[in-house]
Every structure is written in structure tokens, then in C-alpha cells.
């Protein structure tokens, strides 16, 4: 079946660093666009970052701490986050499309 697993969250002092995880089975990867979105309590759900075979795209707020790769062979997408603020406390999920599937999430928490 095709699914997608989250990894890497936990609690982290502000200004610390997590790397996110996400492995996919069951997808044809290489060919996908993968996504990290996050949704923090009484909000919506907003795009952190995106890899395609063109490139990556990271919402503004993110820009210059956070890094989106990936690993075909591993079937693997990952977010390294650093310099985490309190305001990046969220669920961060996992987005594969095609076939427009999204993992559990994983919790990150920024706090003293």
C-alpha cells in the first residue's frame, strides 16, 4: 500500500535544530513532488517547503534556516530545520503528489 512515515519531531529549545524525516512506500518516487506542510493549534494548514525535479520553494518565514532534500534511492524526503523559533511549533506533515497522499505528521515543539 502507499503510504507515507514521519519522523525526526520532538521538543528543541528556540534557536536549536531538528531534521525531519519522511520514507514512501508503495510510490514510483522519483518522478513526485514532495512537500513539508505544518498546522499549529487554530490554524490552517500552510506550506513549509516543496521539492520537484525544478527545484524548491520554501514559505518566506522559513527561508534561510530551513533546507528541503531528497533521496530516491531511499525513497526519502527530509527538512533540516535550524534555528527554530516558537513559532515554528507545529505538526509537520509529509505530501507526496502524484498520487496526493499525506503522512500522520510528526510534532515539533520550540520552547524554553
Known amino acids: 500500500q502507499m503510504q507515507l512515515v514521519e519522523s525526526g519531531g520532538g521538543l528543541v529549545q528556540p534557536g536549536g535544530s531538528l531534521k525531519l524525516s519522511c520514507t514512501a512506500s508503495?510510490?514510483?518516487?522519483?518522478?513526485?513532488?514532495m512537500g513539508w506542510y505544518r498546522q499549529a493549534p487554530g490554524k490552517q494548514r500552510e506550506l513549509v517547503a516543496t521539492?520537484?525535479?525544478?527545484?524548491?520553494n520554501y514559505q518566506n518565514s522559513v527561508k534561510g534556516r530551513f533546507t528541503i532534500s531528497r533521496d530516491n534511492a531511499k525513497r526519502s524526503v527530509y527538512l533540516q530545520m535550524n534555528s527554530l523559533k516558537a513559532e515554528d511549533s507545529a505538526v509537520y506533515y509529509c505530501?507526496?503528489?502524484?498520487?496526493?497522499?499525506w503522512g500522520k505528521g510528526t510534532l515539533v515543539t520550540v520552547s524554553s
Open positions: 508503495g510510490i514510483f518516487f522519483s518522478l513526485t513532488t
Open positions: 521539492i520537484t525535479s525544478s527545484g524548491t
Open positions: 505530501y507526496i503528489n502524484p498520487p496526493g497522499l
